[in-house]
């Protein structure tokens, strides 16, 4: 596998404009794509479908049933607990659940396949995407890998082969736990600066996003309340065990307090007016979205050195602690407050901005079209 950090440019070093593009971006399929976001790669998509079609781009976006801005003709059909939320997780499926959506990235291939998209863009974890017996027909297709390494996927990639498409990463992290044909784009995700702005700060930590054992909310809270500054936690339950086992235990008036689910309005009203937030994965965490949106707003962060996060934000102004260390993550939480908010603010918007990302996308997506063309000199 070869990681390029680079999608597209001329021989002089610049990228040469691209013209206007007729996108198929394809979100995840578990849950609706809109605000309040169930996660980052939700917010990703949202946030980079409004962006290419401010760039001027025909964009179809396919996306779970009650998405906003997406193609009502055809939605995925998204995880429906019924009656048993109590088991419901952000990574196993109700009786049936996934039978239902591996059905709709078979007609979703077909469809994509009838329609001669210039490119798309796969964000989804299904392997039915991928070229195999159910759609053999070549797409000029990229698929953002935003997961470490799943098994399933990673069968259909070896089994397709070049036929695959293109491949980003959103971190040299993230690239290397897979094993791919060609090229790897490196392409960090990016933050919208003009709507997570900078903020006065105040005396909460905040940490915000998926309740899950994976992102360590626990292990925050435990290194807030050994920092000795109260902690405030913003996001949705995406698993009732580990919240009911690990978070409500855990909370306490003046020590640690859920506000659930918020609006990104509420949300980037509440970074702004705290003085850290923590990030504590406890898996190779590939990008952390929360971390640089936090920083739009001028809130320090201070995190688990883990994954694609720690890779990204090594040279960043942030305090990081060594994984799991609760110990050395309430002294980051100590030592971010003090680091200066203007100089986070314009580390993101110099580094992390959703514009720029967009355009690294666009030079890609022309290199897949181009490819696919120049491979069918029929289109």
């Not at 790897?184 to 930590?205: D, F, H, L, M």
């Not at 720029?356 to 000199?377: E, F, G, I, K, W």
Request: charged letters at 20%.
């Amino acid at each position: 596998m070869t990681i390029t950090s680079t999608p597209c440019t001329t021989a002089a070093g610049r990228r040469a404009p691209v013209q206007k593009l007729r996108i198929a971006f394809i979100g995840p399929a578990r849950y609706p794509v809109r605000e309040p976001y169930a996660g980052g790669l939700e917010a990703f998509c949202h946030t980079m479908v409004h962006a290419l079609r401010a760039q001027g781009h025909e964009v179809d976006f396919f996306a779970a049933q009650g998405s906003d801005g997406n193609d009502k003709g055809f939605e995925l059909p998204g995880v429906d607990w019924g009656d048993s939320l109590e088991d419901a997780t952000d990574t196993t499926y109700p009786e049936g659940g996934k039978e239902r959506e591996d059905r709709a990235f078979i007609r979703l291939r077909r469809l994509l396949v009838e329609r001669g998209y210039d490119v798309v863009h796969n964000n989804s974890l299904n392997p039915y995407i991928f070229p195999g017996a159910h759609s053999p027909e070549p797409l000029p297709m990229v698929t953002t890998l935003h997961t470490p390494q799943v098994e399933e996927i990673q069968a259909a990639i070896t089994a397709a082969g070049p036929r695959a498409g293109r491949f980003a990463a959103v971190s040299h992290t993230t690239a290397c736990d897979w094993s791919l044909p060609g090229r790897t784009a490196v392409i960090p995700n990016g933050v919208n600066v003009s709507k997570w702005r900078p903020g006065p700060g105040g005396e909460q930590a905040v940490w915000f996003g998926r309740l899950v054992p994976e992102k360590g909310a626990h292990m925050a809270m435990d290194a807030a309340r050994e920092a000795g500054i109260e902690l405030v936690l913003a996001g949705r339950n995406g698993d009732h065990h580990y919240v009911r086992e690990e978070i409500e235990p855990r909370l306490a008036a003046g020590q640690a307090t859920w506000l659930g689910e918020m609006s990104h309005a509420e949300l980037r009203r509440l970074v702004a007016h705290c003085s850290v937030a923590v990030v504590s994965p406890r898996w190779e965490e590939p990008f952390g979205l929360v971390a640089f949106e936090a920083m739009a707003c001028g809130t320090p962060v201070a995190a688990f050195e883990r994954g694609g996060l720690g890779e990204l934000l090594h040279s960043a102004p942030a305090a990081l602690a060594p994984p799991d260390d609760t110990a050395a993550l309430a002294e980051a939480i100590k030592a971010a407050r003090h680091i200066d908010r203007a100089a986070v603010r314009q580390w993101v918007v110099d580094h992390h901005s959703l514009t720029q990302t967009a355009r690294n996308y666009v030079h890609l997506y022309a290199q897949v079209r181009d490819a696919h063309r120049a491979a069918s000199p029929h289109l």
